[in-house]
Every structure is written in C-alpha cells, then in structure tokens.
C-alpha cells in the first residue's frame, strides 16, 4: 500500500484538514479578543505560536493511533513508512510555520500596508450649548493634534484634513481609510465658565472598536495639563497595541482668558477671515501671557497673513508688519526655539527681509519638528517656486497636497508652479481641484485666466475671462475691470485702477505690464511683502516688455534674489555674467541691461 493511500486510511489527511481550519478560526477571533480585554501583544504572538506546534501533534497523534469500534488502537506501522511520514509532517509543518509566521500580533488592517502606526484626532463635538464656543472645542482638537505630533514614530493626519469631517458623522472606519490612518480619535468638549468636561475615546480603524475612552473635568487654568494626560493616556494604548513609545513634555499653565485670546485669534487666523480682530486677540493673549510662546509666533505668522487678507487702510492701522512680525518671531524664539510654529515664524521673518537661503532652512527645521504641520510646507512650496526652484517647488507641493488634499490654497501653490513651466495639465489639475474644494476660491475662478494672461495669450485670456464671469463674477469682477483698464478701455477710471494695482494683491501686477506702464508695474512690488514674489512674476512672458527696464535687475538685486542663486545657484531664465553682472529672459532673446 502507497504512503499516501495509508494517510488517507488512517485519516491522517481528514485531520490535517480539519486542525488548519480550526486553527485559522481560532487565530481569527483571538487577533479580536486578545485586543479587546486589554491583553498585551506578545500574548496573541504566544497563542498563535502554541497553535502551530499543535498541527504536527495532531499528525503524528493521527498516524500512531487508529479509532476502531474496540477504541483507540495503536496503529501497525512499517519502519520505512514511518519515516516517509515524518519526513511528509515536518514540510507540512514548515509550509503552516511560514503561514502563521506572517501573521501580525494586531488585527489585520490595524496598520495600513506599508505604514507605521498613525492617527487621526476628528474634531471634538461642542457641547456647551453655545455655538459661538466652537473655537473652544476647535482649539482643543489643533492643540491635542499638536502634542500627539510630537510623538515619534507615530503619524498624525494633519488638522485641514481631518476638519473636512467636521459636522458630517459618518462611520469611523470609512474616514480612517480615507485618512490613511490605523486609528481615529474622537471626543467632546464641555465648558460651563472656567469648567471643562472632555470624553475621548480611541477606536480602531480595521473593525470600529473602541479599545479606550475615559472622561475628564479640568479648571480651565490647567487646560494644558489636560490636553497632556488626553496625550499620554492614548500614548499608552498605542504604545501597548503598536508599540509606539513616548512621552509628552509638560507645560506650563496659563492664563485661561489668555488661552481663549488665543483660540479665538487663531480660529479666524486659521479661516484668513477677520485679520484685524484675530491679530487683536492674539495681542491681547501675548499681554496677558507674555510667556505664551505659541501666542507670539502665531501673532508673528498672523501679521504675514494679513498682507494677503486686507485693505490699505487696514495695513496702515495694524502698523508696520515686518517689524512687528520681527518683535513676535524673537520673542517666540526666547520662549519656545525649537517650536515648529516658532521657526515657521522666524523663517517668515527671513523671507520678509529677503534672507531667502536662511528662510529656506528654518522652513526644513520647522518641517523636521512637525512633519504634520502643513502651513510651513506650503510657505517652503512658494519660496521654493519664487526663486525659480520650480521642480524642487512640485516635489514640496506634492507633499504638501499628499498631507492635506482639502485646502484650496495648498493647490494654487501647484497652480502657480504649472503656470512657470507653463504646464497647461498640471494648472489644470489645480485648478479642477481648487474648485472642487471651494468654488469661490479666486485662484480656481480664475486659475485658467491667469495661465493664459501671464503666458501674454491675450485671445485665449479673453475667453477664460468671460468663462470666469459667468461662473462666478463676484469674485473675477476686479481681474475683469483691471484686464479691460491694461487694454486701453477709457471707461475704467484710470487714476483707481492704478490704486488697486498698487495698494492690492502682487498679482495684480501684470496688468500694468500689459498695458506697458513699467511705472507701477515696478511701484505695485514695493511693498515690503510683496517683494518675495518679486521674480515670479518677472519671469512671466507678459512682463518681458519690461525686461530691458533698469529697475527690473536693481529689485532683484536689491530683493536678494542674485544672492540667493549665487549662493543656491541659478534659475533657467536668468544667468550670471562676468564682473558680477547678470542677465534674464528666454535664451534666445537675452535680454541685456547694462550695470
């Protein structure tokens, strides 16, 4: 009789079977159970162990004794077929061993493919009965995303994208996935006066359990000390299921009517809604807690914003910028230096004062800290762009948009990089997903005008013009009048649209280049502000009328562009000369000023 014939006569085959499905069943709901009561993970690897040295038992359990109507017999055996069956036994069992050997100590699906481990804080609900204490329960959600960061070897989904989820419920498991992430963190915010009640809770992403929540009731003085234990105690139960070790660094406690200065000035920082009053509640958190070093850099970061978000009337009221950004930024750095927020701050000091090479290293420090943290990387995207780096800009705008896929703003970075190449796909694909994400958003209105405007293809601009008007006229009306004013059009007031283009956005800019007035073309770049983006729209094909103009080279000297590229190297469209001279515009026309 055949070796195979003799396993089948002794049911050694039928048991084989039977053990690995019972085996991968048990290990099924073991990787479930063990989780569940709180057990740690080498003890799922043990049970998992104990499982497969069971199979050859049962082999050779199944091979030594027969079951007959007289019990259980031992069964005849020959020498040379029982060699054969051991030999057969320990290559099954090593195929079971390389099976099992894969299996993780966590439920499947814990970790995405390819990962570490990671979380996602969605925003906690408000539960103070008072809608205008949605910047309480906002703040404490950035600030617990924040100390989580600041764990290694733990990625945290960055705050926009996980924001995109507020309000809109949903099934944990589905926002995971498309978060990216193993586990969701979500809670709730009570505050009654200077009293503070959060509930959070820690769920797993693969399967909607909860494997933690706890309640906590704080005095708002020690609302840091809050958001800490929160930290560590999630800390601990990643740390058990994934092993991600760390500790959160105390803080500590601050004014609470500081704090609320603080979140309310960030909040409408964070919109770019209401510059004036959230740089006057981030003034007022600094008087307040002059040893708040958040509250300076964020006031530092809030003055370089309001550049882009508000009148010249509201620039003359709110002071000198770069000074008052300066003063914040050191401040900042005396209290809190290797802050991520704080080298955001001073590296927009830097650009301010048109220090681009220092700029571009605090910008990768403050990255290094916070990896999570977006509004750096697309200030690194930008600077990297304005200085004619344009591939090196993509590559950050990639990384910026792969962190946080929701914010219009992050896309017109890749806009702007496809209108210096002049990649009509790439300023499409911004533009396709600027207004996906908000359809009001200028650069998305406009996204296909300003490609073909700034390329001098005055035909196809009209056309995406009138597009842009009947889509969303509110927001193309000023772009509209200002095109029709650098065409000659007599019957826009001259004397106010030279007031917009001076007073406004830089972008605004190309429009005396068209219309050939080099006057305040050069005048709308002299704002302290503005000059960073100086050379971004120099290099556009609708300025070159104005390349042969003297004052061209002498702000990009005196901007600190030439010493950037002699120090970085040199864009495409511009080359060094001998006796330090230089030149810009396309190579075959060579646009030469001399010195």
Known sequence: MSVFAELKRRKVIKVGGAYLVVAWLVVQVASIGFPAFEAP???????????MLGFPVSLMFAWAFEVTPDGVTAAPRSRASAGIFFVAAALVTLAVVWYFKGQPSYREGDIPAGEGPSVAVLPFANLSGDPQQEYFSDGMTEELLNVLARLPKLKVAARTSVFEFKGKGGDVREIGQRLGVS??????????????????QLVRVADGFRIWSDSFDRELESVFTLQDDIARQIAEQLE??????????????????????????????????????????????????????????????????????????????????????????????????????????????????????????????????????????????????????????????????????FVANFWRRIGDIGISLDRRALAEEARDRMRETDPSYPGGVLADFYFDF????????????????????????????????????????????????????????????????????????????????????????????????????????RYGFVAYWREKGWPAYCRPLVDNDFECGPEEKKFRVPE
């Open 240 to 405: 058990a299921k994934l092993g991600v070790a760390g500790t959160t660094s105390a803080r500590a406690a601050i004014d609470s009517r500081a704090y609320d200065e603080y979140l309310k000035g960030r909040t409408l920082y964070r919109q770019r809604k209401e510059m004036p009053e959230a740089i006057a509640h981030l003034q007022a958190a600094v008087e307040r807690a002059p040893e708040f070093g958040a509250g300076w850099a964020s006031l530092s970061l809030a003055h370089e914003s309001a550049r882009w978000y508000t009148t010249p009337e509201q620039r003359a009221v709110l002071g000198n910028a770069l000074a008052i950004m300066r003063t914040a930024a050191e401040h900042a750095m005396s209290l809190d230096p290797d802050a991520a927020l704080t080298l955001h701050a001073q590296g927009n000091v830097r650009r301010g004062e048109t220090r681009y090479a220092e700029a571009e290293q605090l910008y990768l420090r403050a990255m290094q800290v916070d990896p999570t943290y977006p509004d750096v990387r697309e200030d690194y995207a930008e600077l990297l762009n304005n200085v004619g780096r344009h591939e090196d800009s993509l590559v950050a705008a990639r990384e910026l948009v792969e962190l946080e896929p």
């Open 41 to 51: 993970a080498w003890t799922l690897r043990v049970f998992i162990l104990v499982v």
């Open 183 to 200: 586990h969701i963190v979500e809670g709730s915010v009570r505050r009654e006066g200077e009293h503070v009640r959060v509930t959070a």
């Open 454 to 557: 700034w390329h001098d293809r005055i035909e196809q601009a009209h056309e995406a013009l009138a597009e842009a008007m009947r889509f969303a006229p509110a927001t193309a009306a000023v772009d509209y009048e200002l095109f029709q004013w650098s065409e000659g059009d007599a019957s826009i007031d001259d004397a106010s649209a030279q007031r917009v283009i001076v007073g406004g956005r830089p972008d605004y800019a190309p429009f005396a280049a068209h219309r050939g007035d080099a006057d305040i073309y050069f005048a709308a770049h002299e704002d302290q502000l503005a000059r960073y983006s100086y050379y971004f729209r120099y290099a556009l094909p609708v300025s070159g009328p104005l390349l042969g103009d003297p004052r061209g080279k002498e702000m990009l000297r």
